[in-house]
């Protein structure tokens, strides 16, 4: 039965060589697409098997299949993960001290001190008005900070002066008067006049008119309730 089928297919082919290109189209449009390759070019077996890719050298890269996708992200090379650290939140790093922080910071002061030194020696060579300008303003920037930081300093001082007379009450079984913050800035106000006074009157009155001048301000800025 094979041998008879395989000599009418040859028949078959002998009379499809002798037929033109254009006779040929038209017995593939009527038969159909997959008869037709069965007939001319024979039954071709598919195999499943899954397709074993080998090296011929271990040292040249694996043959991958096309067929397979790739990921996007491979890891070719482990790599340890860097996670961020805060030394703000982070125990390894130990606890803020704010007075050990300025006593270890304390020489920018000194440093500050310095350069205000150096602008005014050089405030008074300079006859450029744009940089003489500008010279005031970098100094005045480094007073105002300075002041601030002095003024910090003497608040720690306060409050630890502060502390140090509350467990000396407590010590003595005394009930301890904590100073609320209206009458702790009477007392720093007080204190500041005073050394203001040693300074001479000239400081106080420019004082009360900068004082005067902050206040005009913050009444412009407040707004106008109408009922």
Known sequence: ??????????????????????????????????????????????????????????????????????????????????????PRFDPLCGTFDKKEFAENYNFLSN???????MIKNELKQTTDPEKELSLRRLLQRLNDQQKATK????????????????????????????????????ESLVKQYEELKKKGAGRIQRHLKRRQQKVKKRSFRTPVTTN
């Open 111 to 117: 440093a500050r001190v310095n350069d205000m030194k």
């Open 151 to 186: 003024r910090k300093k003497l608040e720690s001082e306060r409050k630890d002066k502060q502390r140090l007379e509350v467990e000396a009450e407590f010590k003595q079984g005394k009930q301890p008067h904590f100073k609320n913050k209206s009458e702790a800035r009477v």
């Open 1 to 86: 039965m094979s041998a008879r089928k395989h000599t009418i297919i040859e028949s078959i082919r002998n009379e499809l060589s002798t037929l033109s290109f254009e006779d040929l189209q038209k017995l593939k449009e009527k038969v159909g697409a997959k008869v037709y390759k069965e007939v001319v070019f024979g039954k071709q077996s598919i195999s499943h098997e899954a397709r074993v890719f080998k090296r011929d050298n271990k040292n040249r890269p694996r043959e991958m299949s096309s067929k397979k996708p790739v990921r996007m992200l491979r890891d070719v090379v482990s790599v340890k993960k860097q996670e961020p650290r805060d």
